[in-house]
């Protein structure tokens, strides 16, 4: 062979190894990432799921991707979504927005691992066999926010005590509904509070039962924990304003919205969580073996210049007890 043929044969090979070490490089894994809430109101929260991976060790586009999808508050979407994103043959399903993307999930494969984050119980949901023991393809973050919804009723009492009628919003097609409104109507009686329901679970139903809470002439305003009231939260701090309504919320987006009072879980840290336990399962973790995660500590926020445009005056016991106060 003479020294242009071996430099021509030495040149075609260098061209077609690179080729054969693409291809045999490891497809890059795909989370599918669905979300009872709009991306709109979701920002901070993604990035904050995107850190949980970071930290695990994998960073979008490099060497995981992600593919989001959206059902904006319509529980109805949730199931299509799922068996999209299963058709797909995603790595790990991440759920988000409460129990309805939760359920559709598990409802959708029993195969594919799903880390789930949810506002109520993930035993009796039927998401896990146990907190500690999942068991199964499923386990995740639960944000307990559903089942404070006396602790909240309470301290409305606290800030607003002596209103003669507390309005309560509530999302009939949320799946912990009735255990919401059975624990609220549990909590009204024993601090003997009237209370009147207002059931909304689309925006035609929640003009109407804004409508009905202004007819009922409430004086104060228990918004129930879901996922479709955050996609609709700028309207719903809005209707309180409108009606110089002291109102209370589930997440700290609320006040920070313009609401008077928010307490439950630091939501952005539980989005982070999300995001670590889908790294732990890229890595090579089971959803059986990781326990269920619930929150620790729990935050109130209140917003001063809203009361002072509503013209209630928050005790310095209430003060005492926030752990944030937006001035």
Known sequence: ???RSFITLLGGAAAVWPLAAHAQQPAMPVVGFMSARSPEDSEHLVEAFRRGLREGGFVESQNVAIEFRWARGQYDLLPAIAADLVSRGVSVLTTAGGDPAAL?????????PIVFGLGGDPVSAGLVQS???PGGNATGVTLLTTL???KRLGLLRDLVPGVPLVGVLLNPRFP??????REIEEAARTIDQRI????ASDDAELEAAFGSLTSARVAALLVTANSYF????????GFAAQQRLPAIYQFREYAVAGGLLSYGVDITDGYRQYGVYTAKILNGAK??????????????VINLRTAKALGVKISDNLLSLADEVIE
């Open 230 to 237: 955050d996609v609709r939260r700028d309207r719903i701090v």
């Open 1 to 3: 062979m003479n020294r």
């Open 196 to 199: 009147i329901v207002a059931n």
């Open 104 to 112: 559709a999930a598990k409802r959708a494969t029993s195969t594919i």
């Open 176 to 181: 912990t509904a009735p255990r919401q409104l």
């Open 287 to 300: 959803p059986a073996d990781l326990p269920v995660l619930q929150p620790t500590k729990f935050e109130m």
């Open 148 to 150: 404070m919804e006396p």
């Open 131 to 133: 907190v500690n023991h």
